[in-house]
């Protein structure tokens, strides 16, 4: 029988991508993988609710009560848990350290709502990418999914999907169609590419 890479999903708020991740994989389009935890930072991410929704284990390692460490021990002491071979970050907005980093070499993935390398770095996430992309100008939008790997290399980019800023856009709406037209189309393509990779290696 196939093996399949053992998925953990790593989430801070709402959950769409988290969603889009379970209904890709409830229709077949992971056959490489699957999803066996989600982790959260924070015990009221609505994430969890979806998790619980599709019968997907999910557990919150609060970030704000914990330090940095104890956090990323907690997390380590979960992904052993349940034998995780790859990590993706849907909308994880907690820090991960070098070190933690350093122990996953190609085995992380994030999704980010710009066209990496625009509107993207330290303070952007979330609808200030949106506010960013809309303050400058630019006509044209999108995300990307990249691997996370440790400075200097920082991870390289697996896909990226354009998006067109119309006239009238808010950052919420901007955010919705960014989302609708590329997250949550990108990041299921993108797990099934990396389970495949390493279930085949
Ligand atoms: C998504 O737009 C994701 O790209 C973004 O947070 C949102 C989470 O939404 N991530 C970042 O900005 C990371 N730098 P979701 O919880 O509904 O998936």
Redesign the pocket.
């Known amino acids: 029988m196939l093996r399949k890479a053992r998925i953990a999903v790593f989430?801070?708020?709402?959950?769409?991508?988290?969603?889009?991740l379970l209904k890709a994989q409830e229709s077949g389009a992971i056959p490489h993988g699957e999803i066996v935890l989600v982790i959260a930072s924070n015990e009221t991410?609505?994430?969890l609710t979806r998790a619980a929704n599709h019968g997907v284990p999910g557990t919150a390692v609060p970030r704000k009560q914990m330090s940095q460490e104890a956090f990323e021990a907690a997390i380590t002491e979960k992904l052993a848990e349940y034998k995780v071979d790859i990590i993706v970050?849907?909308?994880?907005?907690s820090i991960l350290s070098e070190n933690f980093v350093r122990q996953w070499p190609d085995r992380i993935l994030?999704?980010?709502?710009s066209l990496i390398p625009s509107f993207?770095g330290k303070g952007?996430?979330?609808l200030?990418?949106h506010e960013a992309a809309l303050a400058k100008g630019v006509k044209v939008t999108g995300?990307t999914v990249h691997l996370v790997n440790e400075i200097p290399d920082g991870g390289k980019i697996l896909l990226q999907k354009a998006v067109d800023i119309l006239p009238g856009d808010t950052p919420e709406i901007l955010?919705r169609r960014?989302?609708e037209q590329a997250?949550w189309v990108l990041l299921p393509q993108a797990a099934e590419m990396l389970c495949k990779q390493i279930t085949e290696n």
Not at 11 to 20: H, K, Q
Not at 89 to 93: E, I, N, P, Q
Not at 110 to 113: A, L, R, V
């Open positions: 989430v801070s708020g709402g959950g769409t991508n988290l969603e889009a991410a609505y994430a970050l849907a909308g994880f907005l994030n999704i980010h709502p993207c952007m996430y979330g200030k990418v995300a955010q960014v989302m997250e």
